[in-house]
């Protein structure tokens, strides 16, 4: 067995540790930049789908809207950083009406809902066969499942209505289920989100987009000729501007994010059925 | 028995291979970065076509009964992308064309046509 055994000199392992030093010094460094540019590009993604979530909810919520209710326009206030609307969640056809009640025609032909209808949530809107406006009713108690006077398959909406409020109501009017819903910005301390608020509930705001600066979303409300509109009742149009921000800085050393950044996006959103 | 370990030199190389190894990882972040920042501005580029769509059915529908063709246009917007638009007459409706062009040398403008019925 071989006793020559030489171990390297104090230079040797002096070099070796300076050129280890260096590399690692170099592996850290890149590893910084790679890691402050991959939670960079992940707070923009996250803030770039933040923005087209805001426009995408407001896009679906107003673009429906219309202004053909007895009930005044489908818009029911406007401000610079709120707007409430009527948003329905069912649509179906009536087949028998009688005071108090309201019977729809239950068949997947006729009846479309989000959900299931929700007394003291939901208002229902039925069109007149006699002229050409929509009546609303309070709808009082949970729907029930019945039969039209055909015999098929239909649901049962008991409605705060005499026959003077049903009146033009008939078999065959075409029938709306809605809820008022408000999109706007709120605090959720420390930030600032976009939310949407049951108006006829006492559910919290749900947030939906966010972090948002606080010039977040600035509304502009439009005629049809393109000046201002003054009241929900004229808006034909709404302009947008959301500015969101990236998430805060959180984290310590590496971790650490950089001070929140702004990106903004503007759309333009015509109603419907605009006044 | 012989029991002979790395030497020196062959652990340095070891960790210099290593260390070019991560840094090449980091690397690929770049055109990672450069796809993120397209999608943003077609983003943008899509809410811009679709903002003029939406101008001008509610110009068009301000003209009712009349079914006169918005008026066309150029637009440049605060992120750089250039917009323009035309619409003409075109049996019982107008029809729109509307372009957006990215702040990007080279990229050749998105074009959106459709059709608007008359009010």
Same mark, same amino acid.
């Given at each position: 067995m071989s006793l020559s055994r030489r171990g390297a000199s104090l230079l040797e392992l002096l070099v070796a540790l300076t050129i280890t030093a260096l590399l690692a010094e170099l592996t850290a460094r890149s590893l910084a930049a790679g890691t402050l540019q991959l939670r960079d590009r992940t707070e923009r993604m996250a803030q770039e789908q933040s923005l087209r979530l805001a426009s995408g909810a407001f896009r679906a919520t107003l673009? $429906?809207?219309?202004?053909? $209710?007895a009930a005044g326009a489908d818009l029911l206030s406007q401000a610079v950083s709120a707007v409430s609307s009527r948003v329905a969640r069912a649509a179906g056809v009536v087949c028998f009406a009688a005071p108090g009640l309201l019977v729809v025609r239950a068949d997947t032909l006729f009846w479309r809902a989000v959900r299931d209808p929700v007394a003291g949530r939901d208002s229902v809107l039925a069109a007149r066969a006699d002229r050409p406006v929509w009546s609303r009713f309070t709808l009082q108690a949970a729907p029930g499942v019945t039969s039209c006077p055909d015999g098929s398959a239909a649901i049962r909406l008991p409605v705060l209505a005499d026959s003077l409020a049903l009146?033009?109501?008939?078999?065959g009017s075409p029938l709306l289920i809605f809820e008022t819903v408000e999109l706007r910005l709120y605090s959720a301390a420390p930030d600032l989100w976009l939310g949407q608020h049951l108006? =006829? +509930? +006492?559910q919290a705001i749900q947030p939906f987009?966010?972090?948002? $600066?606080? =010039?977040g979303l600035d509304l502009g409300y439009f005629r049809q000729d393109g000046s201002a509109a003054v009241g929900p009742a004229e808006v034909a149009g709404v302009q947008i501007r959301f500015v969101a921000l990236t998430e805060r800085a959180g984290g310590i050393g590496l971790s650490r994010g950089k001070a929140p950044r702004f990106d903004s996006l503007e759309t333009f959103i015509t109603l419907g059925n605009p006044p | 028995m012989v029991t002979r370990g790395f030497t020196l030199l062959e652990v340095l190389l070891a960790l210099l291979v290593v260390s070019l190894g991560v840094t090449g990882l980091l690397a690929t972040l770049g055109p990672l970065t450069a796809l993120a920042a397209d999608g943003r501005a077609r983003g943008r580029v899509a809410a811009v076509l679709e903002s003029r769509l939406d101008r001008m059915r509610l110009e068009l529908q301000g003209a009712a009964p009349a079914c006169r063709p918005p008026t066309s246009g150029t637009q440049r917007h605060g992120d750089g992308v250039v917009e323009w638009w035309s619409a003409g007459s075109r049996a019982g409706a107008i029809e729109v064309v509307i372009a957006a062009q990215l702040p990007v040398r080279g990229h050749p403008p998105d074009t959106l046509r459709s059709l608007l019925p008359c009010p």
């Amino acid at each position: 067995m071989s006793l020559s055994r030489r171990g390297a000199s104090l230079l040797e392992l002096l070099v070796a540790l300076t050129i280890t030093a260096l590399l690692a010094e170099l592996t850290a460094r890149s590893l910084a930049a790679g890691t402050l540019q991959l939670r960079d590009r992940t707070e923009r993604m996250a803030q770039e789908q933040s923005l087209r979530l805001a426009s995408g909810a407001f896009r679906a919520t107003l673009e $429906s809207l219309g202004h053909d $209710s007895a009930a005044g326009a489908d818009l029911l206030s406007q401000a610079v950083s709120a707007v409430s609307s009527r948003v329905a969640r069912a649509a179906g056809v009536v087949c028998f009406a009688a005071p108090g009640l309201l019977v729809v025609r239950a068949d997947t032909l006729f009846w479309r809902a989000v959900r299931d209808p929700v007394a003291g949530r939901d208002s229902v809107l039925a069109a007149r066969a006699d002229r050409p406006v929509w009546s609303r009713f309070t709808l009082q108690a949970a729907p029930g499942v019945t039969s039209c006077p055909d015999g098929s398959a239909a649901i049962r909406l008991p409605v705060l209505a005499d026959s003077l409020a049903l009146a033009g109501i008939v078999p065959g009017s075409p029938l709306l289920i809605f809820e008022t819903v408000e999109l706007r910005l709120y605090s959720a301390a420390p930030d600032l989100w976009l939310g949407q608020h049951l108006l =006829a +509930t +006492t559910q919290a705001i749900q947030p939906f987009a966010g972090p948002m $600066s606080p =010039a977040g979303l600035d509304l502009g409300y439009f005629r049809q000729d393109g000046s201002a509109a003054v009241g929900p009742a004229e808006v034909a149009g709404v302009q947008i501007r959301f500015v969101a921000l990236t998430e805060r800085a959180g984290g310590i050393g590496l971790s650490r994010g950089k001070a929140p950044r702004f990106d903004s996006l503007e759309t333009f959103i015509t109603l419907g059925n605009p006044p | 028995m012989v029991t002979r370990g790395f030497t020196l030199l062959e652990v340095l190389l070891a960790l210099l291979v290593v260390s070019l190894g991560v840094t090449g990882l980091l690397a690929t972040l770049g055109p990672l970065t450069a796809l993120a920042a397209d999608g943003r501005a077609r983003g943008r580029v899509a809410a811009v076509l679709e903002s003029r769509l939406d101008r001008m059915r509610l110009e068009l529908q301000g003209a009712a009964p009349a079914c006169r063709p918005p008026t066309s246009g150029t637009q440049r917007h605060g992120d750089g992308v250039v917009e323009w638009w035309s619409a003409g007459s075109r049996a019982g409706a107008i029809e729109v064309v509307i372009a957006a062009q990215l702040p990007v040398r080279g990229h050749p403008p998105d074009t959106l046509r459709s059709l608007l019925p008359c009010p």
